[in-house]
């Protein structure tokens, strides 16, 4: 069985400071997802890396994908309060089969 | 912008009964897909459609679920006997293709089992 494992789980910061989210996997992903996801509402999806070592940027956000394809990291630079929500990683080895993580729940602080 | 659309926002039902979940997906999109989310718990893919037949099904999705494309537009979940622990929130997803391309996520449907 597929896991997706994030850490941390938790996190509350202060505005203005930096921080890394994990997803971690024993198995081989063909491509991943970062998605974000606001209280009662859909995943909506940051970025998608298909590329072992690709890295991405979308604003202050900075996604890499492992070397090997099996772990992911998102980084946020100078994290603001419109930054709090639910992070998602989504793996799928090549069919149409989504494997979500476990979630990074991030509170910004003003 | 085209979004994907779930009806209705919550329903609640006694345990046994059956439930319909309804999603419109984005008019041009070929894939569709249903997932779960446990209040508390992470995303659960339940499965995915594609060319009017179900490409892949997670192991909670037994018997008891259904999916079903009646029309041009719609794309529908049934549950044919609800059971206490089917309370959760669905997600309805569309991508324009197949796998590694994005999944745009319906608001979600909030199922309560009584």
């Known amino acids: 069985t597929q896991l997706l494992e994030q850490s941390p789980q938790f996190l509350s910061i202060q505005e203005g400071e930096n921080l890394t989210v994990y997803c971690n996997s024993s198995s081989v992903f063909s491509s991943l997802q970062w998605y974000r996801q606001e209280p009662g509402e859909g995943p909506v999806l940051l970025v998608t890396?298909?590329?072992?070592?690709e890295v991405k940027k979308l604003k202050r956000l900075t996604f890499q994908f492992g070397d090997a394809r099996k772990d992911s990291s998102l980084h946020i630079t100078a994290a603001q309060p419109g930054d709090t929500g639910l992070y998602l990683c989504?793996?799928?080895?090549?069919?149409?089969?989504?494997?979500f993580g476990t979630g990074t729940r991030l509170k910004v602080l003003a | 912008e085209p979004e994907v659309t779930q009806t209705p926002s919550h329903q609640v039902t006694q345990m046994g009964q059956e439930v319909i979940l309804r999603c419109v997906p984005i008019s041009n999109h070929l894939y569709f897909y249903w997932y779960r989310q446990i209040l508390g718990q992470k995303v659960e893919f339940l499965v995915s459609f594609y060319n009017n037949e179900i490409s892949e099904k997670s192991e909670i999705f037994d018997d008891q679920f259904s999916v079903e494309r009646p029309d041009g537009s719609n794309f529908t979940l049934k549950i044919r006997s609800t059971k206490l622990e089917d309370s959760a929130m669905y997600f309805c997803?569309?991508?324009?293709?197949?796998?590694?391309?994005?999944?745009?996520f319906g608001p979600g449907t909030r199922l309560t089992v009584l």
């Open positions: 997803a569309s991508s324009p293709t197949g796998f590694g391309n994005e999944q745009f």
């Open positions: 989504a793996g799928t080895s090549g069919t149409y089969k989504y494997i």
């Open positions: 890396v298909v590329t072992g070592g």
